[in-house]
């Protein structure tokens, strides 16, 4: 693993897991009580008395060309251990640190950790004791339940049990109760969120931590797994990837087309040539974008957005780890911080044209108009009828029926046109419509084809309001006229 350093952004995701398949899972695996380092070896200390050995550079880099890795559905989940040894003996404990002269300790009944920069002298108080006494409001300097510490020469880590989270101070703070830079496990210093399932994001009980500088190791012994935070080199907000129908956050479908949105994601903007059977470039304008340590198909980079296509095989999965990776024109790669996707089975969203919310819909004329307007776009000169069938375009769709294709992302569907694996529902004017067809049409990358039978009762409006609804899913509303019908 690379050793260049960078910053932990408060709420950032972690990058990889040891110990279970994926970030959304909590089965029997690891349940650490003490973790160490040495070189490319991980060594973790269970309370049963195993100790395991895990060969770390087995991981993918942070800042490793993920190009050339398999399309799994997670090649940074599942490292198995090196070797079990059944011992009841292990170099430290979870609640000290030293590097050097420097000792860092966590005092849990005081609610403190305790920091002396010489240990040399003997009977010395410590310089520094971090944890503000009697407080009323939970912050960047309070500690309820410190349980772990780490000390990597630079910063310094405290995993705090009752507030399931770690504190990180960049540099070794130098005053007392100095508050801490940023927070991992939650989305801020005020958050005490707690859930019974487990995601990219989230820890239960840092019971022990370690660091190499860049990577920080948290066992997180009450989900069974160890979580590996990585430094990055700019920051991601955790709210950066949005469906790009809907343009708005929240969960993510397999198979759907994101944007990315954040500052500095590439040194030039570039889109992808698409033609009828060639797969989009998991690398574009030397950037990619890494799920769960697997490269997405890009449509388009540019310095402030990315569109890629979430991978379909994500069964079983409803949380999962993202980061973008720069390539510069000398050789060295830099990192965004990695960030949780929440991924569920279908997250609709409707394409519609820019403007204010809701925004006018792409919707096209299909049957019971003039002829000469089907397949034409639906505008306020030619605007939809009371009872005719009209076309929208949907991502977030997720997976088909099985079929002699199968859809894969990157790669325009082989057809023919295949209906999606969920029902379908769509509202117009809250009015029930029936949806004919719900389908990823042939050559189709990401994108779905849906046929709306507009209800003969829905009356006539300037701007009557669209939506679809998947497993309980609502998608984004668009807008588009429709006149009584003529009939």
């Not at 370690?210 to 709210?239: Q, Y």
Request: hydrophobic fraction near 45%; charge should be negative.
């Amino acid at each position: 693993m690379s050793l260049q350093a960078g910053e932990f952004q408060s709420g950032q995701a972690a990058r990889a897991v040891i110990g279970q398949s994926n970030f959304s899972v909590r089965e029997t695996g690891v349940s650490a009580t003490a973790l160490a380092l040495q070189g490319n070896h991980l060594y973790a200390a269970e309370g049963s008395g195993k100790i395991l050995t895990f060969d770390i550079a087995k991981l993918p880099g942070p800042r490793e060309d993920m190009a050339g890795y398999p399309k799994g559905s997670c090649n940074v989940c599942g490292l198995a251990a090196l070797a079990v040894a059944n011992q009841n003996v292990f170099p430290g404990i979870a609640g000290v640190s030293s590097l050097g002269r420097t000792v860092v300790a966590a005092d849990p009944a005081h609610h403190h950790v305790l920091i002396w920069r010489d240990s040399s002298e003997p009977n010395a108080e410590p310089d520094v004791i971090l944890g503000r006494p009697d407080s009323s409001s939970i912050s960047a300097s309070t500690l309820v339940n410190p349980v772990s510490v780490a000390f990597d020469g630079r910063h310094v880590f405290v995993g705090d049990a009752a507030l399931h989270r770690v504190l990180v101070w960049d540099t070794l703070p130098t005053s007392n109760d100095q508050p801490a830079d940023a927070v991992l496990g939650q989305p801020s210093f005020s958050s005490t969120d707690t859930s019974d399932n487990p995601d990219a994001g989230t820890i239960f009980l840092p019971s022990a931590l370690a660091s190499d500088g860049t990577n920080l190791f948290v066992a997180d012994a009450a989900a069974h797994r160890i979580l590996v935070f990585t430094a990055g080199d700019s920051a991601l907000p955790e709210d950066a990837v949005v469906n790009s129908a809907t343009l708005s956050g929240g969960s993510i479908a397999p198979g759907t087309l994101v944007t990315i949105r954040a500052a500095a994601l590439s040194t030039r903007s570039e889109s992808a040539k698409q033609t009828a059977d060639e797969r989009l470039p998991v690398k574009l304008g030397a950037v990619e974008v890494v799920m769960n340590g697997v490269a997405l198909p890009l449509l388009s980079v540019s310095p402030q957005e990315i569109q890629a296509q979430i991978p379909y095989g994500l069964e079983n999965v409803s949380s999962a780890s993202l980061y973008v990776r720069i390539e510069h024109s000398d050789s060295s790669a830099t990192i965004t911080n990695a960030i949780a996707v929440s991924v569920s089975p279908a997250a609709p969203g409707v394409f519609a044209f820019t403007g204010t919310e809701p925004r006018p819909g792409l919707v096209l004329h299909r049957s019971g108009a003039a002829e000469e307007s089907a397949g034409t776009p639906v505008t306020a000169q030619s605007p939809a009828s009371a009872g005719e069938i009209v076309t929208v375009w949907a991502t977030g769709l997720g997976a088909v029926v099985e079929s002699d294709a199968s859809a894969m992302e990157g790669v325009p569907f082989a057809g023919p046109p295949t209906p999606v694996a969920s029902p379908v529902g769509a509202t117009v004017n809250g009015h029930a419509a029936q949806v004919l067809s719900a389908v990823l049409p042939e050559g189709a990358i990401g994108v779905y084809e849906v046929r709306i039978l507009l209800p003969p009762d829905v009356g006539s409006a300037a701007r009557a309001q669209l939506f679809l609804s998947e497993h309980g899913v609502t998608s984004n509303t668009i807008v588009f006229p429709i006149q009584a019908s003529k009939l």
